[in-house]
């Protein structure tokens, strides 16, 4: 397991996005919680939220309330919600993953996002001018995708130096940022490159078991919340069938990958 | 094999953009340059 921290594009606020906010009558300031999955308080990016705002002196139903909403791996659902949030007047909605930013994104052009988006690069998918100038509503923190996923190829080639066949699972209801940037790596890195695109999860035993075909030297994953929900389902696939593998989630090496 | 950032704390950062949003003082202090507030 290799853990290393490197570069993320930080968006900077944007002040005008404020306007928006009425004037506050000193009630309770409200988080809308917008999220792909299903009711989990210990989901990682929930609960670091929930401890980040206690850290900062905020308490719980006193000085900050959060609306929660769950799409229950619903994506489609998700507009619905981010909506439902707006008209509460939430103060600003929370957002985890590509869907949800976008169903927030969408509901208002106003109301301030704070985003946690993996797969997407904030100005190539449109929630950002430029990053030093971002405008509009919205500001959280991106992968540097190019920069990730040349890493993971770096990493397949350091593991398998023979490495010239590599299958990607990719989440073909995310953006297809993330596929780019692997395949412009894969072409610095000499490798032949083929996307399994899965878009339910009740795909991903049979694409994996298909790719097996082609001989693959190694699998990537490439990152969407449903791929991380798939981690110990691809962990086990990838021990039996022996194909070295590399994911973003600790839960695929805790999967016993 | 993983290989990414430390999530949790890539995670962690967002409590203080929320934290800086609840913060922001109202607009009156930013010079108006919406369109919107100048019109009405």
Redesign the interface.
């Known amino acids: 397991m290799i853990l290393v921290n490197f570069l993320l594009l930080a968006l900077p606020l944007a002040m005008e996005a404020q306007e928006a906010n009425p004037p506050s009558s000193k009630k309770i300031p409200v988080v809308g919680v917008l999220q792909p999955g299903s009711p989990d308080p210990a989901f990682a990016p929930v609960l670091t939220l929930r401890q980040g705002l206690r850290g900062l002196g905020y308490i719980e139903g006193q000085t900050i309330r959060r609306e929660v909403r769950w799409a229950e791996g619903k994506v489609e659902t998700l507009p619905n919600l981010a909506a439902d949030l707006v008209r509460l007047n939430v103060d600003v909605v929370y957002a985890t993953g590509p869907h949800a930013m976008r169903a927030a994104a969408g509901a208002s052009r106003t109301v301030p996002i704070v985003g946690d988006d993996l797969e997407d690069d904030p100005v190539e998918s449109g929630f950002a001018a430029s990053i030093a100038r971002p405008g509009g509503n919205i500001t959280g923190l991106f992968l540097n995708l190019p920069d990730l996923t040349g890493k993971w190829l770096q990493l397949v080639k350091e593991v398998v130096p023979t490495a010239r066949r590599v299958v990607v699972l990719w989440d073909a209801t995310t953006s297809p940022l993330q596929l780019r940037a692997v395949k412009r790596a894969a072409e610095t890195a000499m490798v032949e490159l083929r996307a399994l695109e899965v878009r339910r999860p009740t795909e991903y035993a049979e694409v994996l078991k298909a790719a097996m075909k082609e001989r693959p030297h190694a699998l990537i994953q490439l990152s969407s919340p449903a791929i991380r929900q798939a981690s110990p389902l691809v962990a086990e696939f990838t021990l039996k069938n022996r194909l070295p593998a590399i994911s973003l989630f600790r839960l695929f090496p805790e999967a016993g990958a | 094999?993983?290989?990414?950032?430390?999530?949790?704390?890539?995670?962690?950062?967002?409590?203080?953009?929320?934290?800086?949003?609840?913060k922001?003082p109202?607009?009156p202090s930013?010079p108006s340059?919406?369109p919107?507030?100048s019109s009405s």
Do not use: T
């Not at chain 2, 290989?3 to 949003?21: E, H, M, N, Q, T």
């Open positions: 094999m993983m290989y990414g950032p430390d999530l949790p704390a890539f995670f962690a950062r967002s409590a203080s953009y929320v934290d800086k949003i609840l922001v109202s607009p930013f340059s919406s919107r507030s």
